[in-house]
Structure formats: structure tokens, C-alpha cells
């Protein structure tokens, strides 16, 4: 199997706190932020070594949406265009905080992935419960240069499927982020929040050791030995 230099946890959609406003004021934004929001996803994917990096999003993905493409409307500001709030108001400040976030993301991923010649960004998610009962864990993977190896693939699904997780390649979520620049492979894991939180799915559940333990021996897995 492929192995790899050093790996580079993304994970962009950790924080649930708005940044300069109240969700409060804007209850079908604070219903939303709560039911997509990644709680925890950077306890649960995180790990200290040296050859592993974390790269988190400092917002709510409902002010700066880290993963969306440039041409994406809703990247930025994302509560204004579900609360309704005319975005013309937004100031100019606040806008371009919002954007130098989006820069700022892609950016740290691109100096972490240089650390090592041969790297692999782990794109580390999770999904609401009931927007896809039959699966458990998604892999997800682009079809193109950043695409891992068959044998990558098919060593994550099988340490997934053999730890009792329903595993599926791009589904419900398909593809990886490989920013412009980027040389190496990228792939997306996106785990149900049934199987880490609690049944609020904000809070920590009981399989969330279970599946921080698992995450963990694959980064060693996947790494090559020193």
C-alpha cells in the first residue's frame, strides 16, 4: 500500500460560534448552524505526532465556508443568505475578515502538505444522522491527480467495514479538497454523528473513543516508517 510523508488533517467546520452576531436573532440560521455544524470532528480526528498536521477553520462555516469553491455564492456569509439579511448591509470589514479566513485555510494546508515530499490531506467531516441512515462513514475522493491509489481506497473501507461502520466511496458527500498548487492526494472522511455524539448530536457520545482510536492507528497505517 501506498504510504505517505506526513498527513494533513483538514478540518474546517469544528467551530459552531457565529462571529460578530447572535443566533439568536436569527432562529432558522441557529437551527441550521446547529444540524451542520461538525461538532467535535477536531477532538475526534485529531491526534498530536510530528508528522501529522491539523489545519482548522477558525469560524462558523455560516461566516466563512472554508471548503467552498471560489465561484460558490455561499462561501461567505452564509447566515446573511439563509436569515434573510440583505448582504449590501455587511460591511466592508466585515466581509474581508470573513474572506482572509477562506485564504488564510487553503493556505496553511498548502505550507503543511510542503513539510514532506510525499503527503496526504485527510478532509475530516461529519454528517447529520438522518441524512443517510444506511451509511456510517463516507470516503470521499476526487477523479483526478489528488485521487489516492485503489489500494488506499480499499484499505480504508475495509478497516471501517471491519470495525462494524457501514462504509461507501462518495456517498453522501463525493470529492476531497485539493487546493490550487496542491501535488499530492487528498481524501474526504466523513463519519455519521451517530456514531461519535450523543443523541442531541452536539454533544460527545460513547463511540467517540471507540472511533478516535480507530482514526488514529490508520494515520499510522498510512504513514511511512521513519
Known amino acids: 500500500m501506498t504510504r505517505y510523508s506526513n498527513l494533513v488533517l483538514a478540518v474546517p467546520h469544528a467551530i459552531g460560534e457565529p462571529l460578530d452576531y447572535d443566533w439568536r436573532e436569527m432562529p432558522v440560521v441557529a437551527a441550521s448552524a446547529r444540524r451542520w455544524t461538525d461538532w467535535h470532528t477536531d477532538k475526534l480526528f485529531g491526534v498530536e505526532d510530528s508528522r501529522i498536521a491539523i489545519v482548522k477553520g477558525r469560524t462558523s462555516r455560516f461566516d466563512c465556508d472554508d471548503e467552498r469553491l471560489e465561484d460558490e455564492d455561499d462561501r461567505i456569509c452564509r447566515y446573511a443568505i439563509e436569515g434573510g ?112 455524539l450523543a443523541d442531541d448530536e452536539v454533544e460527545v457520545g460513547p463511540g467517540f473513543g471507540t472511533l478516535h482510536v480507530l482514526l488514529v492507528s490508520i494515520y499510522r497505517d498510512l504513514l511511512a516508517e521513519e
Not at 487553503?106 to 454528517?127: N, Q, T, W, Y
Not at 489500494?151 to 456517498?171: H, M, P, S
Open 85 to 196: 439579511v440583505d448582504t449590501r448591509t455587511i460591511g466592508a470589514r466585515a466581509w474581508n475578515v470573513r474572506l482572509s479566513e477562506w485564504f488564510r485555510y487553503r493556505a496553511e494546508l498548502m505550507s503543511a502538505a510542503a513539510r514532506g515530499e510525499c503527503p496526504l490531506i485527510v478532509d475530516c467531516h461529519s454528517f447529520p444522522s438522518a441524512l443517510d441512515g444506511d451509511v456510517d462513514v463516507c470516503i470521499g475522493f476526487n477523479e483526478d491527480g489528488s485521487k489516492p491509489g485503489d489500494d488506499v481506497l480499499e484499505y480504508l473501507c475495509g478497516r471501517f467495514a471491519g470495525a462494524g461502520y457501514r462504509t461507501e466511496f462518495n456517498r453522501p458527500y463525493s470529492n476531497s479538497i485539493a487546493p490550487v498548487g496542491y501535488r499530492g492526494h487528498s481524501v474526504m472522511i466523513e463519519v455519521s454523528k451517530r456514531c461519535y
